[in-house]
C-alpha cells in the first residue's frame, strides 16, 4: 500500500476538485476510506497496477456517492445558501459537478456502453492514460480515445441538460 499511496492520493484529489469546496471529506480521508474497503475485497485477482488502480478509483466514486446520499437524506433545506438581492444576482459562478448526477449519468452510460463508462472511470477520475487503460481493458489506444471522444461528448450532454444552470462541469476537471 505504501507503494501506490501517492497515487491514490492523487486519484481522491482529483476527485475531491469535482466536489463542492466545503466537502467535509479530505482526500486523504478518502484515500484512507477506499483503503479499508479495498482490504474487505478478498475475492479479487489484482491483475496489475492499473486494474487496482481502476478498482480503486471506483471505490473512491462509491465512498462519494455513498456520502452524498446520506447527506441528502437529511431535511430538505438544510444546505441551502442565502442569497441577498444586493450581491451576487447576474454573476454566474460555476459549481462542481454533483457527485450524485454525474453517477446517475455515469450508471445510464453503463447501462448501454460499459465500456465507455469504464474509460471514463479510468481516465477522468483515476488518471490513467490512453495506454494504460487499453492494457487494463484489452483494447487499443485508438478505440480508448474514440469511446473517451464519445462519453464526454454523451456526459457533457446529459449534464448540462439534466442539471440546473451552473451546475455543469464548469471549471472542474475537464473531461
Known amino acids: ?3 501506490i ?3 491514490l492520493r492523487r486519484i481522491a484529489a482529483r476527485y475531491m476538485r ?3 469546496p466545503d466537502h467535509s471529506l479530505q482526500p486523504t480521508a478518502l484515500v484512507n476510506e477506499a483503503y479499508l474497503r479495498l482490504r474487505k475485497m478478498h475475492s479479487i485477482d489484482w491483475q496489475s497496477r492499473s486494474h487496482f488502480l481502476a ?3 471506483h471505490t473512491m ?3 462519494l456517492v455513498d456520502h452524498a446520499r446520506a447527506k441528502n437524506a437529511g431535511k430538505r433545506g438544510v444546505d441551502w445558501n442565502r442569497v441577498t438581492l444586493t450581491g451576487q444576482i447576474g454573476a454566474a459562478v460555476e459549481a462542481p459537478v454533483d ?3 454525474l453517477d446517475e449519468a455515469l450508471a445510464q452510460l453503463e447501462s448501454f456502453d460499459q465500456r465507455q463508462a469504464k474509460v471514463v472511470e479510468m481516465r477522468f477520475f483515476g488518471g490513467l492514460s490512453e495506454d494504460e487503460i487499453g492494457a487494463e481493458l484489452g483494447i487499443s489506444e485508438r478505440t480508448v480515445k474514440r469511446d473517451w471522444r464519445i462519453a464526454k461528448a454523451w ?3 446529459e449534464l448540462s441538460h439534466t442539471a440546473t444552470p451552473a451546475r455543469t462541469l464548469g471549471s472542474a476537471e475537464p473531461l
Request: no cysteine.
Open 61 to 63: 466514486r462509491q465512498i
Open 55 to 57: 478498482v480503486s478509483a
Open 18 to 20: 469535482s466536489e463542492r
Open 1 to 3: 500500500m505504501s507503494l
Open 5 to 7: 499511496y501517492s497515487e
Open 99 to 101: 457527485i450524485l448526477e
Open 155 to 157: 456526459l457533457y450532454h
